[in-house]
């Protein structure tokens, strides 16, 4: 979808000042802001701890912060009406199934609550991914539990999308699959998509937008195949790269002092501005990016 149009589209989530801490703890979101558009598919990287669970589940109402506002579909979150609730699907972490139904028992439940139930949807993937309809789930490998789990979020056509580490207990050829199901899920209904991996390669097949945690905040977001044109590794004195950076009107995203006065900054220049061929730079790499940003 183009940029300028999602732009001036109504925001599917929207995050403002959202601070969140546990108990004793220290602050897990700090004054975070973020804004979800229809349409667009968000892979969210951060650290093991930098708070990409907890940012989820805030989202979707499952955790209350102690100060900001979260709206979803322009309604706040803590009194979503039923038809606002119908257009969510949430795959956790840690599976949250009924280990004593079977897969028939469970999505027929789960049918009861939804009118845009997709059952050609549930059958096919049904069928696709091989999982036994009438075997207590209790007994269903990992990876199948999980794939059953997917089912049940995409089933009802969401229009919100959330996942958390979907497909971590996936092999190679299970996450192709599901990946492709979920660009088709994007592509057909304009489904929001916001999912967090560290496995940095099914980003880079379906994330058309990164977003990056550190210090409880969002520090970026953007689309990644901006990202990889206009952010470069700068190398040189201080003075020098604070005047390159100025005239060319770049962001510095990223300073980390070397010795004798130089630095490396990592920037990211306004699109179709060029280095001089003089300047020190690197390009970057997704794995370059989350090691810097995170």
């Not at 972490?93 to 028992?105: H, K, R, V």
């Not at 469970?106 to 049918?111: E, G, P, R, T």
């Amino acid at each position: 979808m183009n940029q300028h149009l999602l732009a001036a589209t109504t925001p599917t989530a929207e995050l403002a000042g959202v601070s969140l801490a546990y108990t004793l703890g220290e602050p897990v979101l700090r004054g975070l802001d973020w804004r979800l558009l229809p349409g667009q598919v968000v892979g969210l990287l951060g650290r093991n701890g930098a708070g990409k669970s907890t940012l989820l589940q805030a989202l979707l109402g499952l955790l209350e912060p102690q100060a900001g506002v979260v709206r979803l579909f322009e309604q706040p979150v803590g009194s979503l009406d039923d038809a606002a609730r119908s257009r969510i699907g949430y795959v956790p972490q840690q599976s949250d199934l009924f280990e004593a139904f079977t897969p028939a028992q469970l999505l027929a439940y789960f049918k009861s609550f939804y009118p845009r139930w997709n059952e050609a949807k549930v059958e096919g993937l049904m069928s696709r991914w091989d999982i036994a309809r009438d075997k207590r789930i209790g007994k269903l490998s990992v990876g199948q539990q999980q794939r059953l789990s997917i089912i049940r979020a995409l089933a009802h056509d969401p229009a919100l999308l959330v996942l958390d580490e979907p497909v971590s207990s996936l092999d190679p050829a299970g996450r192709r699959d599901f990946l492709s199901e979920l660009v088709e899920q994007v592509l057909e209904r304009g489904t929001t998509v916001v999912f967090s991996t560290h496995i940095l390669s099914d980003l880079e097949r379906v994330a058309f937008n990164l977003a990056f945690m550190n210090g409880g905040r969002i520090a970026l977001q953007a689309p990644l195949d901006e990202l990889l044109d206009e952010v470069r590794v700068l190398t040189g004195t201080t003075a020098e790269l604070q005047a390159l950076l100025q005239r060319l009107g770049a962001q510095s995203l990223k300073r980390t002092p070397l010795a004798a006065g130089r630095e490396r900054v990592l920037a990211r220049l306004p699109a179709g501005v060029h280095l001089p061929p003089e300047a020190n730079a690197d390009a970057v790499t997704l794995e370059d990016l989350f090691m810097e940003l995170t």
